[in-house]
């Protein structure tokens, strides 16, 4: 009965309140847009289409972005409601975020930024090796896990609420969290998503330290966030306290959720691995490594020599 008043007093409040622009919204909304759509027009004069699905999850996760920064749940979470806040949060770090890493996988990610600026950075050590490090397995959730726990401290929260500069900032360190997070589960540089059960274990050991954060706000008798929202949460029909536990709910379910599903998706995934390794098949898209490529030209290069020698003429390739 209680979930029932807390479920009908958001939709009232939702129905009752105007989208606000967020700022934010124009960086992290146009320019992706923008990008992905020119690296589809160069992929495809090369000859290659960005799969349906692919685009899909791109255009999905930047609805998941403006459902977060331009719905509702944008004001109330900025005035009112430690739940609406929460799910701003959730939507950028949970949905959004490997929507984007699935929407960029290879070979769309080598398009998306003009090759004036792409080239300086593929070719800067410094960002090849940031890049190599922020995607192993312990450093990614090291660095979801202290993005969530830092934010989450009173003063750092309330502090980004009060400052339209350090919300925005808030915001982009949850959205880039999440997607390094999901880096090493989707592997985006390659074609197909790997399986490992070593991926079952990365996603209940992060999500169980970031349960701390939710478990934290359900168990706590006390608003911990008091400093700013003080009693507004009254005006929507429910108590400070309660708002904080929906708040504090919402993501244990999101976590148990992922959880189970990286346990189903990850252990179905490694055992079609495991099935195709056992056979005598071709390479997939995503197995073919430069030295393949390499050898390829190597070989059609030799074919072309040998069609073009004379009979007798001598002509030897290794």
């Not at 939702?14 to 759509?37: E, F, G, H, M, Q």
């Not at 040998?306 to 007798?312: L, M, Y």
Request: proline content about 7%.
């Amino acid at each position: 009965m209680k979930v029932q008043v807390f479920v009908g007093c958001g939709l009232a409040i939702i129905a009752n309140r105007k989208p606000r622009v967020d700022p934010t919204s124009i960086y992290l909304l146009a320019i992706p847009a923008a990008l992905y759509l020119r690296a589809s027009h160069v992929l495809s004069r090369r000859g290659y289409r960005i799969p349906a699905l692919q685009s899909a999850c791109w255009f999905a996760g930047l609805s998941a972005i403006g459902a977060a920064l331009l719905s509702p749940l944008d004001h109330l979470g900025d005035t009112d409601l430690v739940s609406a806040h929460m799910a701003q949060h959730l939507l950028m770090m949970d949905i959004a975020a490997p929507l984007l890493v699935l929407g960029l996988r290879s070979p769309v990610y080598a398009f998306m930024l003009p090759r004036a600026l792409l080239v300086p950075l593929a070719r800067s050590r410094v960002v090849r090796t940031a890049f190599r490090f922020i995607r192993k397995p312990l450093v990614a959730a090291s660095i979801f896990v202290l993005t969530m726990w830092i934010w989450h401290l009173a003063p750092a929260y309330d502090g980004a609420l009060s400052s339209p500069v350090l919300h925005a900032l808030q915001h982009q360190c949850f959205l880039l969290a999440g997607m390094i997070f999901w880096l090493p589960l989707l592997e985006p540089w390659h074609r197909r998503v790997p399986g490992g059960l070593w991926k079952i274990g990365y996603v209940a050991g992060t999500r169980l330290l970031t349960m701390f954060v939710g478990f934290a706000l359900v168990a706590t008798t006390d608003p911990i966030y008091a400093g700013f929202y003080g009693g507004r949460a009254l005006q929507h029909g429910i108590s400070p306290i309660d708002d904080q536990q929906m708040a504090g709910a919402l993501m244990m379910v999101v976590d148990i959720v992922i959880m189970l599903g990286a346990l189903i998706f990850f252990f179905m995934r490694t055992s079609q691995d495991d099935s195709l390794s056992g056979r005598d098949h071709p390479p997939m898209p995503s197995d073919i490594t430069e030295a393949d490529l390499e050898a390829a030209a190597a070989r059609e290069r030799g074919v072309a020599v040998r069609s073009s020698a004379p009979a007798g003429g001598g002509v030897e390739l290794g």
